[in-house]
């Protein structure tokens, strides 16, 4: 699977609950604003490359279909292992909304944004929250868990659950023909702009090493610094880290594997 715009197509197919919450997040019209502003202060005024709701989009459907890959080979929720809630159905909300609105802290400033964005996305999942999950405790709980998947997507936080984890991760793998997720300069010729137009392509898939298999094809060996300085940064922030095995391609020829 291509990540892409189109993955969360794929990611919500079947699931009703989760569609129900993907079209209340997309008629939000404050969240709408937010992605709008996101983008205003990253790449209007910084000169940075996408944090918008293209971002969101591509790192929600990365996450979900993440976690679905690590469910689909037993790796148990967190969230209902903690005992957090009972219905299993729930704890797919994180991944979905804490992809969605991970970078709505952007809207303020780029700096301390995930902090700041936890703490935004409370009465904006207590509104689409309610309309979804009947049992008030229930609501606070996920809010709770969505709030810790948002403020985890920072570097140097650890992710205390599966399903934050599956956020990050998906955060981070948006770095395709210059998607990278190190902000870097647009026009601007670094390390971070060179890197970030040498990744052609991100694939996961299931894998018989681990659950989770991922490609990332680059035509240039500076795409090492995308793998090296973003993807496995946040990976080794996660529980993910014993389940996803990385490989970095270039020419079809394996040029790196993590671990």
Not at 175 to 180: K, S, T
Not at 206 to 232: T, W
Request: net charge positive; aromatic share 6%; hydrophobic share 40%.
């Amino acid at each position: 699977m291509i990540v892409s715009s189109k993955l969360i197509d794929v990611a919500l197919e079947g699931n009703e609950l989760l569609i129900k919450a993907y079209k209340l997040v997309e008629s939000d019209p404050e969240i709408q604003a937010l992605w709008y502003m996101a983008n205003i202060m990253a790449v209007t005024r910084l000169k940075y490359n996408d944090h918008g709701p293209m971002h969101a989009k591509i790192a929600a459907g990365t996450a979900l279909y993440l976690y679905k890959l690590l469910r689909s080979a037993g790796v148990e929720s967190t969230i209902v292992k903690d005992g957090v809630i009972d219905k299993d159905e729930y704890a797919w909300l994180v991944p979905l909304l804490g992809g969605l609105l991970h970078d709505i802290g952007n809207s303020i400033h780029r700096d301390a944004h995930e902090k700041t964005g936890a703490l935004l996305a409370k009465p904006i999942l207590d509104r689409i929250l309610r309309k979804i999950i009947k049992d008030k405790y229930t609501r606070i709980k996920i809010r709770q868990e969505i709030m810790h998947a948002i403020h985890c997507t920072s570097y140097d936080v650890d992710c205390l659950t599966i399903e934050a984890g599956c956020v990050k991760v998906g955060d981070g793998l948006d770095m395709a023909e210059g998607r990278a997720r190190i902000p870097y300069k647009l026009g601007g010729v670094t390390i971070h702009s060179v890197s970030a137009l040498s990744i052609s392509r991100v694939e996961i898939q299931p894998s018989d090493k681990r659950p989770i298999r991922i490609n990332i094809y680059m035509n240039e060996k500076a795409g090492l610094f995308q793998v090296d300085h973003v993807l496995m940064p946040k990976l080794r922030t996660t529980p993910l880290q014993n389940y996803i095995e990385v490989y970095a391609i270039i020419d079809n020829m394996y040029l790196k594997s993590y671990p």
